[in-house]
């Protein structure tokens, strides 16, 4: 299977920036997609950013002008970068990459573990 590991989460001041990281590692053969997510206490899980194989980002309106996914494929890595962070996103982060792997080119998507982003003064 496909496993990720995601780094970079802490406490920042309003107005901070943070860097977080995701690295898959496994038989991958191919990353269709590329994913942040993230959920605030008592709150469901909602999209921050994607980017996809050809290169297309999206993200959410919250965030869109302060936080910038972006994607290392040889290292199979997806980062986001978060500039301007404010106390309404502080969250759990979670990455998730959908694509192909082993052999069988057979499908995965994969979450990561989490980590713990605050921003508080």
């Known amino acids: 299977q496909v496993q990720l590991v995601e780094s970079g989460g802490g406490l920042v001041q309003p107005g901070g920036s943070l860097r977080l990281s995701c690295a898959a590692s496994?038989?991958?053969?191919?990353?269709?997609?590329m994913r942040w997510y993230r959920q605030a206490p008592g709150k469901q899980r909602d999209l921050v950013a994607a980017?996809?194989?050809?290169?297309?980002?999206n993200y959410a309106d919250p965030v869109k002008g302060r936080f910038t996914i972006s994607r290392d494929n040889a290292k199979n890595t997806v980062y986001l970068q978060m500039n301007s962070l404010k106390p309404e996103d502080t969250a759990v982060y979670y990455c998730?990459?959908?694509?192909?792997?082993?052999?069988?080119?057979?499908?995965?998507?994969?979450w990561g573990q989490g980590t713990q982003v605050t921003v508080s003064s």
């Open positions: 496994g038989s991958i053969r191919s990353i269709a997609f």
């Open positions: 998730n990459v959908e694509g192909s792997y082993g052999s069988s080119w057979s499908v995965f998507r994969s």
């Open positions: 980017v996809r194989v050809g290169g297309s980002i």
